[in-house]
């Protein structure tokens, strides 16, 4: 299983951006699909997540009201919408994919990981 984020770029605070993920390869049964994002000397952390079956989804508190998840089964493609951006949206973010349930905020219920796209928002 193959995972292509892209989308990422230079932002200035208060833009939008749209990130996508595709998912090729072998057919694997998906629970869900998450993004995840890594600043700078940070650990790694949970942004937001989608049931691949009915698209239930899941945000951080930090992104609430601001982010939206989103997917396309006939095209298995998921997608982040990023609106009202800030410096601190500042990370290069990654998709990921689980098979199973589980805390969707802990990178450990996912099974397969994108190589991740860079933002950069500016003030």
């Known amino acids: 299983v193959q995972l292509q984020a892209s989308g990422g770029g230079l932002v200035q605070a208060g833009g939008s951006l749209r990130l996508s993920c595709a998912r090729s390869?072998?057919?694997?049964?998906?629970?869900?699909m998450g993004w995840f994002r890594q600043a700078p000397g940070k650990e790694r952390e949970f942004v937001a997540a989608?049931?691949?079956?009915?698209?239930?989804?899941d945000y951080a508190d930090s992104v609430k009201g601001r982010f939206t998840i989103s997917r396309d089964n006939a095209k298995n493609t998921v997608y982040l919408q990023m609106n009202s951006l800030k410096p601190e949206d500042t990370a290069v973010y990654h998709c990921?994919?689980?098979?199973?349930?589980?805390?969707?905020?802990?990178?450990?219920?996912?099974?397969?990981w994108g190589q991740g796209t860079l933002v950069t928002v500016s003030s």
């Open positions: 989608i049931r691949w079956s009915g698209g239930s989804t």
């Open positions: 990921a994919a689980g098979a199973y349930s589980g805390d969707y905020t802990f990178s450990s219920s996912y099974d397969f």
């Open positions: 390869g072998r057919s694997f049964t998906t629970y869900r």
